[in-house]
Structure formats: C-alpha cells, structure tokens
C-alpha cells in the first residue's frame, strides 16, 4: 500500500464540508418550488370542497380523453423518431477520432443551446406558405400550389424530433463511445454480417443508452407546450397547451387535475424505466 | 502455403475502421437537418423585405434598428438581463455549497435528496409554472419581476449542483489537509485552494444558471403579467401576432449570445477538467518510497 493512500482516508472531521451546508437550498426549494406545486396538486381534489368532481371530468369527457391519446401517441412517436434518428450520429460520432467528434459534436450542441422559442420560430419560417419548403416543393414542380404545413401535425412532430433529438443524442454517444471497439472488430472478424454485428453486439452494448435518451426524450415531449402551441393545428392538442388554455379560462382546479395526471404519467414512465437497463448509469454519465 | 491462405483470409476479413458510407450519409443527413433551420434564420435577418420571403430580397439592418429603436424591445430585452443575472448569483449562492455538501458527505436519504434538487429539469415545467403562479396570484406577486428571479432560481440551481458537483469528484482533498496542517482554518483554506481549483465548475454552473434564466418562457408566461415582459415573453407576443423579421433578428442575436456564452461554459469545463488532473498530488507507488529510503 502507498503512504499516499494511508493519507487519502480523511477524518471526517476534519473535511471541508458539512451536510448542513445543502440546508439553505433544501429550504429554499422546498419553500418556492415543493410547496406551490403540491399546493396545485391539492387544489384538484379540495375544491369546490373535497371532491374528485375534476377527476371524474376528465376521464369521462370523451374530449379529454383524447387529448391525453393524442399526447402519449407524439410522444411515442417523437420518441421514436429520435431514436431512429439518432442512433446513426450518435454511432458515428463516437466511432471517428476524438478531433472530427469534436468538430460535429457541435453541430449537435448549437442546436440545442438554442433556446426552444427560436427554434420554433425558425420551424414557422421553415414551414410557412412563403416558407422555404414550399418554395422548394413548387421549384421541382412537386405541387402546383403552397400546401399547408404549419398548424398541422406533421409541423409538431417535425419541430419536437428537432427540438429534442440532441437528448437522444447525447446519452447514446456517451454509451457508445464506452463501448470497446475491439468488440465490433471481433464480430465483423469472426464473420458477422454488419446487421449481426449491430443487433449482436452493438445494440445490446447501447442498450444504458438507448433507454436513457428514450426516458429523457419521451417524458420531456410529454410536457411540450412551446412547439405544438406555435405550430400545432387546433387538432394536435396536447395537454400542457391544454392546461394552459385552462388557466387562462380560469378553471384552476381542473388545470391541477390535468396537471396531475401529466405528473403522475411522468413518473410513472420514469419509474417503470429507471429500474431497467442500466438508465441510472446512462444518465449520470450524461450529468457528468 | 496454407498459412498464407489463413493471413490472406484474415487481411481480407479485416474491418473497416471507422463507420460505413451509408450509416455516415444518413448521419450526415441527420446532423444537416438538426443545424438547417437555424441557419436559415440567420440571413433572413438582414432581409431588406417586409416578410420572411427566402431568398431575402436584399440586404439591410432594418430589423436590427427596428429591434434596438423599440423600447418595448429593449426593455425586454434588458430586464432578461437582469433577472438572469440575479438568477446565476443566487443559483451559485445556493447551488454550490449544497454540491460541497453532496459530493462530500454521506447522510440517510442523499439520493431522495438529489433527486428532489434534479427534479425541476425533467418534471414538465409547465406544472412548475402553474404551481407557482397559483402560489404568486394568491400573495399578488404576478408581474413583479422579484418573483421572476424566485421562480426562475429554482429551475436554475440544478445547473449550479450538476457543474460544482462534477468539478468536485476526483478533487485531491489531501490539498486542503495540507493547508489546514499548515495552520489555515477551513474558511481560508476554501477561498485559497479550493475555490481557485473548483472555479472553472462554478463559472460554468453560473453561466447554465443565467442562460437557463434568459431563456425561459413558460414561467415567464404566467408569473410576469403585463408589468415584467421578458424578452422571451415579449418575443412570444410578437410571433402569435405580427411576424416580421425583427423577431428573425432577435433570434440572430440570441443564438449568437447563447452560443457565445454555451461556448464559454464548456471550454471552462473542460478547463477544469485539465486543472484537476494537474493540481492532484503525485500517487508515491511503494517501491518508488522504498527507494527514497
């Protein structure tokens, strides 16, 4: 053993920190964030008076329902899109040198510095009937007239896969990046095609990875108000839009309600996924 | 002869290096869609037209004059300033103590404790804003831009804990026993070899808190009424109801800025990560010892 390591072992006592020093934020939060929205959350079921009236509302309205159908289906969707998206740059990023990773690392980051007003708003250029995409569509000749694009689902789906790609991103490349390339040389050695190579190796590999960006990814979307409230049409209501349609109408026990629900379908996702597939590893990989 | 067929049969089962064409393509592809409409709101900036018409008609600054002649605009714009940098110091103030305390220190229930400080970056944040204007409109605080700064404070602080927390693993402690035998007391023993070391982290931290801040709309939705606009409420006004390019330019800036400052963030980081392998005491392996003897 190194006398270095006999100093390592530190006294407690003598260590320059103290548990109390996190009491300051713990009161602070709890104060101004822990208290308010548990307060919110009371406010669905205690008014007008202890009733589960706001419950009994939403799941019965066929209107909401759906809603909440609509929500858990872009989120699926999103979610798999990113993936799909996402596992080709993520791969390769992590598989060419440190330098070039580097370099096109921040083609993913630019982007998600980004605040997410702007871009959407550059989804609205993008998309709009003066926009670029259909000027494109009508100098090829593939339509005669501007179509609609903005307001509609397609617009949502293609400005939230933007908007949350570089999470799906980031985890799988640092996932991927642990991985021993050796491994993948060895399968491709031993004569495994590039798909056995992928679905043998690679992917069980990437796996941490996966899960962690699809967690991220999907219960982010599960929230998304900005983008399918500037770019969806009155069709692709989701439910934080609809909260917020609801607080402005002034119907502040049933906005908890919906709020609940979302909370509750969050954590639910979190939980059934955080137990599985290494997602805690992943993650604070990511955080680190 | 056949052991040349065996090299013959191994150099030609030897794989690439590096990804294929078609996964790069597709790659390549990906990352193109992921920078192209940013980059196209760049140049339509400088649009010397009324509308957002691409290619832009020609050149000019009028949307930037529009912006900085405005002072609806400018107002906005200054009072995310602040409040941003209200925010960053108060997250630090909070934020980095409470990491010195994480990082360093073992109690009952640390995980739930992490857990509930990481919260406010994945909980949606419209329940966040929706609690917390129920909590404002009761005590009348809607539209005071304090009540911004309190808000906006606890969606930053994550920030702060995950930087310092990430400078603070790996920290050689042995150089702050060595201040503290040397005859320092802790608290001079922090200012002069802790902090300087742990720095970069804090700045970083402090920098993720402010742009958290300057960025954020959907609380600033619902607390900042019609008395504390904030740029990003403001420019959400302006989107829902008069798209010209001033909004186009605003973006321009704000991508500079944030990129700018994102930019500074991560080379700090990295910074304090090359710092950290530097300042840590040599480990004496024991032969090498046995051989001072």
């Not at chain 1, 609801?246 to 629900?261: C, G, H, T």
């Not at chain 2, 600033?220 to 504390?228: D, E, M, R």
């Not at chain 2, 605003?250 to 990129?259: D, E, K, N, P």
Request: glycine content about 8%; some cysteine.
């Amino acid at each position: 053993m190194s006398i270095s390591q006999v100093g390592r072992k530190t006294p407690a006592r003598t260590r320059l920190s103290h548990p109390a020093l996190v009491l300051p934020l713990l009161v602070y939060l709890t104060a101004f964030y822990a208290y308010p929205v548990a307060a919110m959350m009371l406010r669905s079921v205690a008014e007008p008076g202890w009733t589960l009236e706001n419950f009994r509302r939403l799941f019965e309205n066929p209107v909401y329902l759906h809603v909440l159908w609509l929500t858990f289906r872009v989120a699926a969707i999103v979610t798999i899109a990113a993936l799909l998206l996402g596992f080709p740059v993520a791969y390769v990023l992590a598989r060419i040198d440190r330098a070039k990773s580097n370099l096109l690392m921040m083609l993913v980051l630019l982007p998600f510095w980004t605040s997410i007003l702007v871009r959407t708003y550059a989804w609205m250029v993008l998309l709009g009937r003066q926009g670029i995409v259909n000027q494109f569509l009508l100098a090829i000749g593939a339509i005669d007239a501007p179509v609609q694009l903005l307001n509609t689902s397609f617009a949502v789906y293609v400005a939230m896969v933007h908007i949350l790609l570089p999470f799906m991103i980031l985890p799988l490349y640092s996932v991927i990046r642990g991985i021993d390339g050796n491994l993948l040389r060895a399968a491709e050695g031993l004569g495994a095609t590039p798909i056995g190579v992928f679905r043998q190796v690679l992917l069980p590999l990437a796996l941490p990875g996966v899960s962690a960006g699809c967690l991220l990814v999907f219960i982010l979307a599960l929230g998304f108000f900005i983008t399918p409230a500037l770019v969806g049409g009155p069709r692709d209501l989701m439910i934080a839009v609809l909260i917020q349609q609801q607080v402005e109408l002034f119907n502040w026990p049933f906005a908890s309600a919906l709020a609940v629900v979302l909370l509750a379908a969050a954590l639910l996702v979190f939980g059934g996924f955080a137990r599985t597939l290494g997602v805690r590893e992943a993650l604070g990989r990511v955080s680190r | 002869m056949s052991r040349d067929r065996a090299r013959g049969t191994i150099r030609r089962a030897r794989p690439r290096s590096g990804p294929g064409l078609g996964v790069s393509s597709i790659a390549a592809l990906v990352l193109l869609y992921l920078v192209f409409p940013i980059l196209v709101v760049i140049p339509l900036s400088f649009s010397a037209g009324t509308y957002l018409s691409f290619p832009p008609p020609g050149f000019s600054l009028r949307w930037y004059e529009n912006f900085l002649g405005r002072s609806d605009w400018l107002g906005a714009a200054s009072l995310s300033l602040w409040i941003g940098a209200a925010v960053m110091v108060l997250a630090t103030a909070l934020g980095a103590p409470a990491a010195l305390a994480l990082v360093r220190t073992d109690f009952r229930g640390k995980d739930l404790l992490i857990g509930f400080i990481i919260s406010p970056l994945i909980a949606p944040v419209i329940i966040v804003a929706i609690g917390i204007y129920f909590f404002y409109a009761r005590l009348g605080l809607v539209g005071n831009p304090f009540a911004l700064v309190i808000a906006h404070t606890c969606l930053a602080v994550p920030f702060v804990v995950i930087n310092v927390s990430a400078t603070l693993q790996g920290f050689d402690e042995r150089l702050e026993q060595a201040a503290m035998n040397l005859g320092a007391t802790p608290w001079r023993t922090f200012w002069q070899v802790t902090f300087p070391i742990i720095r970069p982290g804090v700045l970083a931290g402090a920098l993720f808190a402010f742009i958290s801040s300057f960025d954020e709309l959907v609380v600033a939705l619902f607390v900042s009424g019609t008395s504390a606009v904030t740029l990003p409420r403001k420019m959400w006004e302006s989107i829902r109801f008069e798209i010209d390019p001033t909004i186009a330019a605003v973006s321009t800036i704000l991508i500079v800025l944030t990129g700018v400052l994102f930019l500074g963030a991560e080379l700090l980081r990295r910074r304090s990560e090359r710092l950290r392998a530097a300042v840590v005491l040599p480990d004496l392996p024991a032969k090498d010892a046995r051989r001072g003897v």
